[in-house]
Every structure is written in structure tokens, then in C-alpha cells.
């Protein structure tokens, strides 16, 4: 589904360059559910947002579904995002002046085809993130963990195959945390495929494959079997993930 060719993805800083990510390869397939580790300032968020059409690389290609999303232009790219990715951002990405519900709608107007407003399935979403009650509220009246769970049922949305979700259980509490990681372990179950970035090791145990972020390298941990493995990752032994050139889909 998705597939990285030696990305790199460098920012300029304040005192010299800085590389996220150095000569990165990888592949996702259709139905996994992918959990990528690492300390702050890896490259996690990076690495999502280059995967989600969201932050040019530097050098190097991304297919999804054999499409090189940054040789789209602008405008197909949008609508790419728009079909097949549900983000959810680091901070729970939501409009502080729209309702429950609006932020939840918000998605369907970047489809390509205008559509009427899906209310019903949007009120279902936020129903099953369990904030029926707070469908005219405010962000602001929100907690962080609802907060949360509002960007998730709005990257749910427009239903994408794809779902990529940074830090989506940051500063939760552990029952909070658990919930959201069951729900999107259903998800899976439904057939999306999943990224997720955390830096908490523990959530990797949710995931059939687990990679790890270090100096701007990404490394897939061997023998992940998905929700019944509890595993400790600091103590796999990391092999180089996918990385033949040659075998990913050209478009
Ligand atoms: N816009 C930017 N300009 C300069 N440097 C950046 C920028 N965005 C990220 N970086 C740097 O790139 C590296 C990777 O950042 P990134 O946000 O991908 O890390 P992360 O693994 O998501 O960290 P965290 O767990 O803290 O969210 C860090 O060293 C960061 O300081
Ligand atoms: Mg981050």
C-alpha cells in the first residue's frame, strides 16, 4: 500500500542543518497495523507527515497504492489525502470555533465531489467515541482525552483505507490510552491499515508489525504477531526493514 524509496527529509535549524530522516526505506501493506517507535525528535512526526503527503522530502519517493504522491500536483495530492488518509495530528487537531459535530463534518468538504453533509454518520462516529452527549460542544469545553477522540472520528470521516495517527494516546491516562488503542484496534480488525507513532513502547504490543526510529534511520523489530504479543522493544534485536530498492512498485 504504502511504499518509502530512501527518503530524507532535512530541516534547516538554527545552527546547521538538521537530517530527520536519512535514506529511508520502507513498506506498509494493505491491512497491517504498524506501530513505529522511538525517543522525541526521531523523526516519527517526520516520517508521518512525508507518508501523509503533508511535508516534502528532501530526496526520495513515496508510493501509495503505486502512486508517487510527491510528483502529484498540489491539487491531486489534496485530493489523495482527502479519499485515502485519515490524520490524526500530534496535537488533537481540531477548530476551536466548530462544534463537535462540525469538526467531525469538516473532512467532507475536501472530497472531490461535493457532497451533502453526512450527519448521520457523523453523529454515528462521534457516538462511538462515546461523546453523543457532546455533539454541540466546544473544543475548549473538551477534555484533552475527548479532544482526542473528537480528531480521531473526524479522520474517520471520509472512511479512508489508511489511517495515520501521531501520538494519538499522548498524555492520556493509561485507561483512556487503552481505550482509544482497543478502538483502534477494531478498526484494524475492519480492514483499515493502520500507522501509528508513539513513543511509548508498550503500545507496540497492538501491533503485526513494529518499527523503531533511531538517528534518522528506521528498522523494523522481527516477530511482532499483533494484539495477544505483549513484547519489550528495547530488548528485539532490530533488522533493517524493508529496504530493496528495486522490489517497490513503480507507478
Ligand atoms: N520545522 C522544523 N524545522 C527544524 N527542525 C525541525 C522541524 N521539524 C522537526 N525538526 C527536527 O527534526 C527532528 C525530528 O522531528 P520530529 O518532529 O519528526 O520528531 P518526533 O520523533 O516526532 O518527536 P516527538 O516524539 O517529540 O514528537 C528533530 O530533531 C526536530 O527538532
Ligand atoms: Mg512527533
Redesign the pocket.
Known amino acids: 500500500m504504502i511504499s518509502a524509496v530512501d527518503v530524507t527529509k532535512s530541516?534547516?535549524?538554527r545552527h546547521g542543518i538538521?537530517t530527520?530522516l536519512d535514506r529511508v526505506s520502507f513498506q506498509v501493506r494493505a491491512g497491517d497495523f504498524v506501530v513505529v517507535i522511538?525517543r522525541?525528535?526521531?523523526?516519527?512526526?517526520?516520517v508521518l507527515g512525508v507518508m501523509g503527503g503533508l511535508l516534502r522530502p528532501s530526496s526520495g519517493e513515496v508510493f501509495l497504492d503505486g502512486e508517487s504522491i510527491w510528483e502529484l500536483d498540489e491539487r491531486s495530492r489534496a485530493r489523495l489525502r482527502a479519499l485515502k488518509h485519515g490524520f490524526v495530528f500530534?496535537n488533537a487537531s481540531v477548530i476551536p470555533s466548530l462544534t463537535v459535530l462540525e469538526n467531525v463534518l469538516l473532512p467532507q468538504a475536501f472530497l472531490p465531489q461535493p457532497t451533502v453533509a453526512n450527519l448521520s454518520l457523523a453523529k454515528g462516529l462521534v457516538e462511538l467515541m462515546g461523546l453523543g452527549s457532546r455533539l454541540h460542544a466546544y473544543p475548549e469545553q473538551l477534555s484533552g482525552g475527548e479532544k482526542r477522540r473528537v480528531a480521531i472520528a473526524s479522520a474517520l470521516m471520509n472512511d479512508p483505507p489508511l489511517l495515520l495517527a501521531d501520538?494519538p494516546t499522548g498524555d492520556l491516562d493509561s485507561e483512556t490510552e487503552s481505550e482509544i488503542m482497543n478502538l483502534f484496534l477494531s478498526l484494524w480488525r475492519s480492514g483499515k491499515t493502520i500507522v501509528m507513532v508513539t513513543?511509548n513502547h508498550q503500545l507496540a504490543s497492538y501491533a503485526n508489525r513494529v518499527f523503531k526510529?533511531s538517528g534518522g534511520r528506521i528498522l523494523e523489530l522481527p516477530g511482532q504477531n499483533g494484539a495477544e504479543r505483549s513484547i519489550d522493544c528495547e530488548q528485539g534485536s532490530p533488522r533493517e526493514a524493508q529496504i530493496n530498492v528495486r522490489e517497490a512498485p513503480r507507478p
Open positions: 530541516y534547516q535549524g538538521i530527520a522511538g522525541s525528535g526521531t523523526g516519527k512526526s517526520t500530534q501520538e513513543h526510529m
